[in-house]
């Protein structure tokens, strides 16, 4: 059974095992998180993103210093001794070809500021988590990005931060942005954190 969890890999070394186009994905999503992926495979796919590319063959020495693997190569004896390899170092691994043995999979990713929504589907199809991306995509409103960056700039105490974000999301204040009434919007959410934030005691209130 999965357990979601968000893993930060900014600046961690990912490795990866291949270079084709499931290789290449797999190297996107790596890349836009902020990770430093290594790329073992003898050639990469024409348009594969720019990585630390070591032209050569799999071999175990290969895993030292990672974390973190993905098996992505064109073989299924080649991948399934990558997982047992990774197994013995207490390494995650994930492969491309046997979800079901893998100890993580990427997740299709919908991002609206600092919301951040994965969908899996336990490698049973990336064409279905795209899917429904797609539809969480569609109902999330697009003012929201702009509403999660207009809140970072109020220093919101953890003592009121959940009432904020309940009468927030209760109000009008998404209706006037995706109005284009961003002032509008702006006076409310002066209004909503000092009526808030004037409950709190002198002591509750400092940073």
């Given amino acids: 059974m999965l357990l979601p969890l968000a893993v930060n890999v900014e600046n961690r070394a990912v490795l990866i ?3 084709g186009a499931v290789a290449a994905r797999k190297a996107t999503a790596f890349l836009e998180s902020g990770a430093r992926v290594v790329v073992v495979s003898p050639e990469l796919k024409d348009d594969f993103p ?5 032209v050569k063959r799999y071999d175990s020495a290969d895993l030292e210093g990672f974390s973190l693997v993905c098996a992505g190569t064109d073989s299924r004896e ?9 197994k013995e170092r207490n390494i995650w691994c994930n492969l491309a070809d046997d979800p079901e043995n893998s100890d993580f999979h990427t997740v299709s990713t919908i991002g609206r500021g600092e919301i951040s929504i994965g969908v899996s589907t336990g490698g049973l199809s990336p064409v279905l988590a795209r899917f429904v991306r797609h539809k969480i995509e569609e109902a999330l409103p697009p003012e929201l990005e702009m509403l999660i960056e207009m809140t970072s700039t109020y220093p919101i105490s953890t003592e009121i931060r959940g009432e904020f974000w309940r009468h927030l999301l209760q109000s009008e204040i998404l209706d006037l942005l995706r109005q284009n009434q961003t002032e509008a919007a702006k006076s409310q959410l002066d209004a909503l954190f000092s009526q808030l934030n004037s409950r709190l005691s002198p002591l509750d209130s400092r940073p």
């Fill in 17 to 19: 095992i291949g270079g």
């Fill in 78 to 86: 080649v991948n399934a001794q990558i997982a047992a390899d990774a």
């Fill in 50 to 54: 720019a990585v630390e590319h070591r």
